[in-house]
């Protein structure tokens, strides 16, 4: 084995990072996987592809055909279907499989969080807790917003990557296009301008997106959190990119000495 191919499932600024790391590591050769769902990615510093594999049994295919011999799932604490797949196929095919994952918020003193378990259970608590002209601001992703179409008597400012499509059947609604890291001035600002009682969002983790948590907590805003899925684990679970290299170079190593 002259170089060990490793398959990134990205999609996430840490993956991002990790891609940098392995570039300058010629150890290894590796492969950046999206979705595909944005529709201006920003670049990975690997060669990349796009698009689902199709299911778990398209996957095992792909990292067969490709020679992968190992998997860094470094997608969204969100994306539980690409990491069930990550696991069953590398799981059939023996492979050694790491998350990258990150670390949960977790509420402070003067935070005002009310958890959820899912989007459709933040919208019914908007339902019963809130009030007509009730301004929130939606961080959830644009593919998400159909979870909130029936509620028609609040106005959404809804904050995504790209204009959602189709647009939502929201009776009023605001479109703050933007892509992360957010800045807490500007976290500030927008709650201000946009006048939010109530922000909506995943609990995704990591500093890019927590300063509207932050300029919540100082501005007395709720917070409606809905909780990460459930994940089955990995061989092993990391939460920064040196890590996940010093793990990779490891599986390298005791497959050159079983050589
Ligand atoms: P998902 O529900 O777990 O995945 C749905 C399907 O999309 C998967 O079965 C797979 O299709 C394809 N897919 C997902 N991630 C992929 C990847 N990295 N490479 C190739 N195919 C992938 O995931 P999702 O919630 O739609 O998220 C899609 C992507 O957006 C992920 O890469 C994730 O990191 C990123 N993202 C998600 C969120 C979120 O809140 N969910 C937020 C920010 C970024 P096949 O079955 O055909 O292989």
Not at 55 to 71: E, F, M, R
Request: aromatic letters at 6%.
């Amino acid at each position: 084995m002259s170089s060990m191919h490793v398959l990134i499932l990205g999609g996430t600024r840490d993956a991002m990072n990790l891609a940098d790391l392995l570039l300058a590591a010629p150890q290894f050769t590796a492969t950046y996987s999206l979705a595909g769902r944005t529709r201006r990615p920003l670049p990975a510093a690997l060669p990349t592809r796009r698009g689902g594999f199709g299911g778990v049994s398209g996957l095992q295919q792909w990292l067969s055909a490709h020679h992968v011999a190992a998997v860094v799932d470094a997608t969204h604490p969100f994306a539980a279907q690409m990491s069930a797949h990550a696991l069953q196929a590398c799981r059939a095919l023996g492979l050694p499989l790491v998350r990258f994952g990150r670390e949960p918020w977790v509420a402070g003193d003067g935070d005002n969080w009310q958890h959820c378990a899912s989007l459709s259970a933040a919208a019914q608590r908007l339902i019963s807790h809130g009030q007509p002209g009730q301004r929130i601001l939606l961080a959830t992703g644009g593919s998400t917003l159909h979870h909130f179409d029936h509620i028609h008597d609040r106005h959404f400012a809804v904050r995504c990557v790209d204009p959602p499509q189709p647009p939502p059947r929201f009776s009023s609604w605001s479109l703050i296009e933007d892509r992360g890291p957010f800045q807490l001035d500007d976290e500030r600002r927008l709650l201000r301008e946009q006048r939010i009682d109530t922000i909506v969002c995943k609990n995704s983790g990591g500093k890019a997106a927590q300063a509207k948590l932050l300029a919540a907590r100082e501005l007395g805003i709720e917070v409606i959190m809905v909780e990460r899925p459930d994940i089955a684990p990995a061989d092993a679970e990391l939460f920064d990119s040196p890590s996940v290299l010093q793990w990779l170079q490891t599986r390298l190593a005791t497959a050159l000495s079983s050589q």
